[in-house]
């Protein structure tokens, strides 16, 4: 599969379905005459302008984007080939690297709460909603693809909306958990994107895996004054107050380049890196307890994955020993 011994050790100590599995064997004989090379020192996904991307890339490092405007098949998560090819960059990373998610926030913030009835509680909301079922099809594919990479040694981040309850969905606290069992923190840092030049204040949190992102913990001055309003109030029939976002409110995803610099000189300083990003004893047959098993990976919707490259989707098709 492209991994290790301790990697695959690893995944599979995570509970991950057998699919999956069955999936990466599918892929690296895709690339069975051309192995898998280990180039790439960051992976941006869901990338928009790129600016992180490009941070690296100015800096020396090698880097690659994954976003659907640059191609509607290829780079959509919730595509069968889109999926493949989110693994194949992560299988390129090498081990010494950054892949940074900014997974689309829309259905989990606090405009679309009457519509999609996400909460902390209940945070995987009304999946008879399509754009519900779409978002927590996605976090679960992003939940999958970011354990591949921890078990390389990839330090991950994430970055989402303030109001966003991704970070209390089942498959971010899945990666809490591999947090906890590899010894490494889960951190919950808030910024604000004003303080990065952005054309609004925009309150933002980042959740990563131990402390590299601690330096982007920075808040905009008092007197920060946003360039453009994203939100529009408008009053129903019934004089009831709705809120939407503006025409301007798209703009804002975009980090800004003082931003994009920012994370990859948080990355360059920090010192967990590698062997350093798991214990001294995660090769041991100490039993893990990650308690998520095939249920709960079904909200990522791997059957049509499964079908396009002719695996079985229950059962592992190599055994292990």
């Known amino acids: 599969m492209g991994l290790r011994g301790v990697e695959l050790r690893r995944l599979l100590r995570m509970n991950l379905p057998a699919m999956f599995f069955n999936i990466l064997i599918a892929i690296t004989r895709i690339f069975a005459l051309k192995p898998i090379s280990r180039d790439l ?13 490009d941070a690296f890339r100015a800096s020396g490092g090698r880097a690659l984007g994954y976003d659907i405007t640059y191609d509607p098949r290829d780079n959509d998560l919730n595509s069968v080939t889109g999926f493949c090819v989110a693994v194949v960059l992560t299988m390129r990373l090498k081990s010494r690297s950054v892949q940074w998610w ?7 913030v606090w405009m679309s709460r009457s519509t999609c009835e996400r909460s902390k509680n209940r945070s995987g909301g009304n999946r008879q909603v399509p754009c519900v079922k779409s978002a927590n099809c996605q976090v679960a594919r992003m939940a999958l693809i970011s354990a591949l990479g921890l078990s390389r040694g990839t330090s991950w981040g994430l970055e989402q909306p303030s109001s966003s309850l991704m970070r209390y969905s089942w498959h971010v606290r899945f990666l809490e958990k591999v947090a906890k069992i590899l010894g490494l923190s889960f951190t919950d840092i808030a910024c604000d994107m004003g303080a990065y ?7 933002t949190k ?15 001055s ?4 946003k360039k453009k309003n994203t939100t529009t109030i408008t009053r129903s029939a019934s004089g009831r107050k709705q809120v939407t976002g503006s025409a301007d409110l798209k703009e804002t995803q975009a980090y800004t380049p003082e931003f994009g610099r ?4 948080a990355w360059q300083v920090d010192q967990r890196r590698s062997d350093q990003m798991f214990g001294p004893h995660d090769d041991s047959d100490t039993e893990w307890e990650i308690d998520y098993g095939e249920k709960h990976w079904e909200e990522a919707d ?20």
């Not at 030049?197 to 309150?203: M, V």
């Not at 008092?222 to 004054?225: L, P």
């Open 206 to 220: 980042i959740y990563a895996m131990g402390g590299w992102t601690q330096t982007l913990a920075r808040r905009a």
């Open 302 to 321: 791997l059957d049509g994955v499964c079908k396009r490259l002719r695996v079985p989707r229950r059962r592992l098709i190599f055994n292990v020993v």
């Open 41 to 53: 020192d960051c992976v941006e996904m869901f990338s928009g302008k790129a600016t992180i991307r």
């Open 197 to 203: 030049n952005a054309d609004t204040k925009k309150p």
């Open 262 to 265: 920012a994370v990859c000189r």
């Open 222 to 225: 008092m007197n920060f004054q």
């Open 102 to 108: 900014a997974t689309v926030c829309s259905s989990w």
